[in-house]
């Protein structure tokens, strides 16, 4: 089983940054993908962003590439955003796959963390 805990949430106005962590734990391996989603009211959940930790492959979504950035520290991946938009207001989701690959498709992550709220005012 593996858990996974994300931090780093919070509020900020249009054109600042936040960053996420992601914290995996329990029965990962060498390799595995840290993938980002994100859901906003009333909207379907989309993907971000993810990171392949052995090989530091990163994939981004258009409507966050040059914004978003993910990286990885040991055993914590990190989503640093900056530029934000009032538009990247959601409650944004960390998971995990195994193996290293990343996906888009969220039905490919089968360990799911709670979720941060991220909030970005005009």
């Known amino acids: 089983q593996v858990q996974v805990k994300e931090s780093g949430g919070g509020s900020v106005q249009a054109g600042g940054s936040l960053r996420l962590s992601c914290a995996p734990s329990?029965?990962?391996?060498?390799?595995?993908?840290v993938g980002w989603s994100r859901q906003a009211p009333e909207k379907a959940r989309e993907f971000v962003g993810g990171?392949?930790?052995?090989?530091?492959s990163t994939s981004y979504a258009n409507s966050v590439k040059g914004r978003f950035t993910i990286s990885r520290d040991k055993n914590t991946v990190y989503q640093q955003m900056d530029s934000l938009k009032p538009e990247d207001t959601a409650i944004y989701y960390c998971?995990?796959?195994?193996?290293?690959?990343?996906?888009?498709?969220?039905?490919?992550?089968?360990?799911w963390g709670q979720g941060t709220q991220v909030t970005v005012s005009s």
């Open positions: 998971a995990v796959r195994l193996p290293g690959l990343v996906s888009t498709d969220a039905a490919y992550y089968p360990y």
């Open positions: 329990g029965r990962t391996s060498s390799s595995y993908a």
């Open positions: 990171i392949a930790t052995r090989t530091g």
